[in-house]
């Protein structure tokens, strides 16, 4: 197991000991933080500017594993890529590390520590010890929504408040002994979060989009309300967060930067961009980072079923993704298997960003049959997708007035935007509650053929082995 070093917390509760065997977190060190800055500097330290597992995205119908040499995608996958790529629920055997789990709660712990203690500490204001913690109660929230989404089953309002989910965490006592709460206990709790949150966010921070602002904590619920199928308080949030932070960027003014930023590294990316990292776009409403920089870049192609719903004068495919890896024979996807290779590789912002809000926002509209709306919030996106000589502004009209046709096709632009960013599992299995977009899907590996069908258990990832080895009590995911 991977050590972990975890900053611990000050006052009355006293651990650190030894090895937490509840949710398998073994610190290395301990800090205790004192001071109105210790805390800050919580906020601002390495561990909390990454968020999410990319290998996650592996399950999804957007990608796609070539197992022809050379360029073979699958086999240079580690064991537990190939095992979710193959819809295998256990992709983790005891001993090795989930780290969308271990890193998840150890963020938790931090966020814990924040909002548990910073109130008593000294030095600082009052109002900036309010703003810390509500950073930290946004920051365990987003955490929690996470988890509940990749370890349990799709929150449904007839089954939730029985349905196992995952152990909330809302003490910084990482030896105390947890339960898995239900799958309403824990998105009660991300809402209680995000509005207890809400009034002592700043609306811009001073420091960097890595601190949370009042515009995330609108977008995280309008997220939340969205997986929920609460479309009317999605639509509310959305709202409220595009109306601090809308803007959105003309991808047209990007380019690929050949060979990229490190042009003397051996093996460095072909196909880097020069968009903003997340923390400088201004896109980003708050930033994060998956684990690895680059998420899934370099190591998954498009699905042939995603390829087809972009088109050439579209800037995300042109910038996003390339026809070979290197870009020159015998590596052309394109060329050999009708799909291009995921390339992204700027340092892009996984957690909360403007798009999402105007996709979320149309699809409310679209589900209550406001074409217009949901049309000018695609629109007002594509616009700064789309080429300008052959962008159109889309009307009901294009799609018969058909209300059903205009969220499909919102669907499908929310497809093409947050493609391998963590979003597409949740969208799978949300969508799949409603019988007109159940879908079933395949993946080939070393000549077998994997089908997930719609809400199959394998979709729902085990609770990591070396915590739940400790964890009897705790139920385990069907098979």
């Known amino acids: 197991m991977k050590q972990l070093t975890l900053y611990i917390i000050a006052g009355s509760i006293m651990m650190l ?210 997986f929920m199928g609460d479309y009317v308080a999605a639509q509310q949030n959305s709202d409220l967060a595009l109306s601090l932070q809308s803007e959105l960027a003309d991808m047209n003014q990007y380019q690929v930067i050949i060979p990229g930023p490190f042009p003397n590294v051996p093996g460095s990316p072909v196909g880097w961009t020069n968009i903003p990292d997340g923390q400088l776009n201004t896109e980003t409403i708050v930033a994060r980072h998956f684990l690895r920089p680059f998420g899934l870049g370099m190591s998954v192609c498009a699905s042939p079923e995603l390829t087809a719903l972009f088109t050439s004068d579209d800037a995300r495919w042109n910038l996003y993704y390339a026809n070979g890896w290197p870009p020159a024979p015998p590596y052309n996807y394109m060329t050999r298997y009708g799909v291009r290779i995921f390339l992204r590789g700027d340092y892009f912002s996984n957690y909360l960003n403007v798009p999402e809000m105007y996709l979320t926002r149309a699809e409310c509209y679209a589900r209550s049959n406001n074409q217009t709306a949901a049309l000018n919030d695609i629109n007002t996106l594509r616009k700064n997708r789309i080429a300008a000589a052959t962008y159109k502004a889309f009307t009901p009209a294009d799609f018969d007035n058909d209300a059903n046709k205009v969220l499909q096709f919102v669907l499908d632009e929310r497809r093409r935007e947050l493609a391998f960013t963590g979003m597409r599992i949740i969208d799978l299995k949300r969508l799949n509650k409603e019988a007109r977009f159940q879908k079933t899907y395949t993946h080939v590996a070393e000549g077998t053929t994997y089908t997930l069908a719609p809400g199959s258990n394998n979709y729902v990832r085990q609770l990591w082995p070396s915590a739940t080895v400790f964890n009897a009590d705790w139920p385990l995911n069907p098979e």
């Open 17 to 226: 000991t030894s090895c937490n065997k509840f949710l398998d977190i073994k610190p290395k060190d301990k800090f205790i933080p004192t001071t109105e800055t210790d805390y800050e500097n919580m906020l601002n330290s390495g561990t909390m500017v990454n968020y999410g597992d990319y290998f996650w995205d592996l399950l999804s119908d957007d990608a796609y594993l070539p197992e022809g040499n050379p360029g073979n995608l699958y086999s240079v996958q580690q064991v537990y890529g190939k095992r979710i790529y193959t819809f295998n629920i256990q992709p983790y055997d005891l001993g090795a590390n989930d780290y969308l789990w271990s890193e998840g709660y150890k963020r938790i712990f931090y966020c814990n520590t924040i909002i548990n203690n910073i109130l008593g500490s000294t030095e600082g204001t009052e109002a900036e010890k309010k703003s810390a913690r509500a950073e930290a109660l946004l920051g365990r929230a987003m955490e929690h929504l996470q988890l509940v989404n990749v370890y349990a089953q799709h929150y449904d309002a007839a089954t939730a408040a029985t349905e196992p989910g995952i152990p909330l965490a809302l003490i910084a006592d990482i030896n105390a002994k947890f339960t898995r709460n239900t799958v309403k206990e824990v998105y009660d709790q991300v809402i209680s979060d995000l509005n207890e949150a809400l009034p002592d966010l700043p609306l811009k921070h001073k420091l960097t989009k890595f601190r949370a602002c009042k515009a995330g904590a609108y977008a995280a619920l309008a997220r939340t309300y969205l």
